[in-house]
């Protein structure tokens, strides 16, 4: 393995272990409220950071399902609720949700 290869690894290797040891406060504290009493800076860039581009992600990729299922939906008569459960649900937690509450 090449010196460049070995560096890049080991930058990798502390990258993740640096993230994964910042991120654990936020997934090792108890439920937040949503009022953000009780939220801090560690768990609103974890929000930012993680949660709010999975969140855009499964938004796009809710709808693209979405628009695929959209003739099966309209033949079974639960359009809304397809709607509901593939783009209006991550859309909502992704925009309107308080930074840094994961739980609302």
């Not at 033949?75 to 949700?97: D, I, S």
Request: aromatic content about 10%; hydrophobic content about 50%.
């Amino acid at each position: 393995m090449g010196t460049v290869k070995k560096k890049s690894l080991v930058f990798l290797i502390a990258a993740v272990l640096l993230f994964t040891w910042a991120a654990s406060p936020v997934l090792a504290k108890r439920k937040q409220s949503i009022t953000g009493e009780d939220r801090n800076a560690v768990s609103m860039m974890f929000d930012l950071v993680v949660l709010r581009p999975l969140g855009l992600a499964a938004t796009v990729i809710g709808t693209a399902f979405f628009v695929v299922s959209l003739p099966f939906s309209v033949l079974g008569g639960n359009t809304g609720e397809a709607a509901k459960k593939l783009m209006v649900e991550p859309a909502k937690y992704t925009f309107t949700r308080p930074l840094g509450a994961e739980d609302y």
